[in-house]
């Protein structure tokens, strides 16, 4: 029986997406967007962000705009919230 008290995992993804993607936004910030990869990077740099979370944002496509934290996960490969209707 599960603990109907726990946290669960939205739809579409899983947990190590979620830590990811909350790593990378709790070093960004809201006051980034939007923003390109090397921007992003520098911001990353600038709060002293991981290895993990710098390595996943040089990974980003050169020269596209993001416009928040989910098109970064989307970009990344790393599950997101389905949206629902």
Do not use: C, Y
Request: proline share 6%; hydrophobic share 35%; glycine share 8%.
């Amino acid at each position: 029986m599960t603990d109907p008290h726990q946290e669960g995992t939205p739809a579409g993804t899983s947990p190590a997406d979620v830590d990811r993607r909350s790593a990378i936004a709790e070093v960004l910030g809201k006051e980034v967007w939007p923003a390109d990869r090397d921007t992003l990077v520098s911001r990353a740099q600038e709060n002293n962000a991981t290895d993990r979370v710098l390595s996943d944002l040089r990974r980003l496509p050169e020269g596209q705009q993001f416009e928040n934290v989910q098109d970064v996960a989307r970009a990344l490969g790393l599950g997101t919230e389905q949206q629902r209707f």
